[in-house]
């Protein structure tokens, strides 16, 4: 009965308690400022562990779940990159951005292609010779 | 006396001016050509998988057909032309390999540079090419044609080229070289040496290309089938004797034989080996034609009827950027 009286008396108390006039027109702004402040001052994987542990917070069997498909997506992603960067190293067929000098084209093995390797720019064409034929007195 | 005394030193005066007046006058002309074909001029980009190739091309007829570079858009899939300011999707209307030109569509009306008579030009003949060097904005470029060559270090063209001396640029393959009168004689085919000359295509033999493909909607090269050598001597003025037919060609259905010595195919005269190259070139598949020869002293005309020419290996030809 006393814990009933005193909360009754808190109540009254608190019905009658106001915050200040200006508390409302501020709180919007304050509140989005914070909420900024705090996305900032966060690391980028804490906010996407949060958001993802978020879809299965109803089940926390489900908690266990969605950090080994965070972990699996992690790894799975950090071996595709390593294995484009080698390839990268390795293919014909590649781009490469580190110089301009690349443009410049060796003799192709045959007639009008281009030599296999990707050429980091536009490659601006003018052959070093015309075609011809092996057997020229043949009619 | 007197007055002859004082007119004297106004003669150099009055030939320097002269010669004023005509470099002038060659100056003028050469700057109406460049702009009243510089529209016609394109600009070819071609994609395919290994990156994209840039040269450059002209409007040959006012329906939108393009000559350019056949290396330029050799197995591009998907090819645009850019001019007048705008980027218009190309279609690959055909390729030669045979002499390097390639033929595209584009479906707008189009200004066009005429075609010229590229067997009127001699030695030492003015031309002028207008293309697209790398990046920049259209050029011209003055040249001389040099002489006309069947073969460069060693290796024989599909047929014979002109070499000019005008320095040449990356991405002006494909290009047309114009002549005085403002007509186009021959396509830019490739540079020589570090780009200070070039080897030029003919507008004649582009003409074969854009002939079969309007007679038949395919390249139709024709083949007779022989081998020819040089004569010890010559018969008739020509040492092209025919060295070999293979069996079952054109030639030896028709009647020509081994030892049969050359002097004209289809109207063009021969006169030593070499000179086939030419002749053989604008052979077509299924026309016939008249092969003019010295057999046993006797001049005789026999009718040949060339089959479409089998594959032959195409000698390597670098883009060389």
Same mark, same amino acid.
């Given at each position: ?8 008396? +808190? ?16 709180? +919007? ?21 949060? $958001? ?88 | ?37 510089? $529209? ?100 011209? #470029? ?92 010559? #018969? ?86």
């Amino acid at each position: 009965m006393d814990s009933e009286e005193s909360i009754s008396k +808190l109540l009254r108390l608190k019905r009658y308690e106001q915050p200040r006039p200006d508390y409302f027109e501020d709180f +919007l702004a304050e509140f989005q400022l914070r909420q900024r402040a705090e996305v900032i001052h966060r690391p980028f994987w804490n906010i996407a562990w949060d $958001r993802f542990s978020s879809l299965f917070s109803p089940l926390p069997s489900m908690r266990l779940v969605a950090a080994s498909s965070f972990a699996a997506a992690v790894i799975a992603t950090g071996v595709t990159l390593n294995w484009s960067s080698q390839e990268a190293k390795t293919s014909p067929a590649t781009w490469n951005l580190s110089s301009a000098a690349q443009t410049r084209l060796e003799s192709a093995p045959s007639p009008f292609t281009a030599p296999k390797k990707r050429v980091s720019s536009l490659q601006y064409v003018l052959p070093t010779r015309p075609t011809g034929y092996a057997s020229a007195r043949s009619f | 006396m007197w007055a002859l005394a004082l007119l004297a030193p106004l003669f150099p005066l009055s030939l320097g001016a002269a010669d004023q007046s005509t470099a002038q006058s060659l100056c003028s002309e050469l700057g109406r050509i460049f702009e009243q074909h510089r $529209r016609s001029v394109v600009r070819v980009y071609a994609t395919d998988e290994l990156g994209v190739r840039v040269g450059s091309g002209f409007f040959i007829d006012p329906s939108g057909l393009i000559y350019t570079h056949a290396g330029t858009v050799m197995s591009a899939e998907d090819v645009k032309v850019s001019f007048g300011g705008r980027m218009t999707p190309a279609q690959v209307v055909t390729i030669d390999e045979r002499n390097g030109v390639a033929i595209l569509k584009v479906d707008c009306a189009s200004p066009f540079i005429p075609i010229g008579d590229s067997d009127q030009i001699t030695n030492a003949t003015p031309v002028i090419l207008i293309g697209f060097p790398e990046d920049y904005e259209v050029s011209s #470029h003055l040249g001389m044609i040099a002489a006309r060559e069947r073969q460069h270090l060693g290796k024989y063209f599909a047929t014979s080229h002109f070499r000019a001396n005008m320095a040449v640029q990356r991405g002006e393959g494909g290009a047309p070289v114009l002549n005085l009168a403002g007509e186009v004689i021959g396509i830019l085919m490739a540079r020589i040496g570090d780009g200070t000359a070039c080897h030029i295509l003919p507008i004649r033999a582009a003409e074969k290309t854009r002939q079969d493909i309007s007679r038949f909607g395919e390249l139709r090269p024709g083949w007779v089938g022989g081998e020819v050598e040089d004569a010890a001597a010559a #018969h008739a003025g020509s040492t092209a004797q025919i060295l070999t037919l293979g069996p079952g060609t054109p030639a030896a259905q028709s009647g020509l034989k081994a030892g049969d010595v050359i002097l004209s195919i289809d109207g063009i005269p021969v006169t030593r080996s070499e000179d086939v190259l030419d002749a053989a070139y604008f052979l077509t598949a299924g026309d016939l034609v008249e092969v003019r020869i010295q057999r046993d002293g006797e001049t005789r005309s026999i009718s040949v009827k060339p089959t479409t020419r089998p594959v032959l290996p195409v000698e390597t030809m670098a883009l060389g950027n």
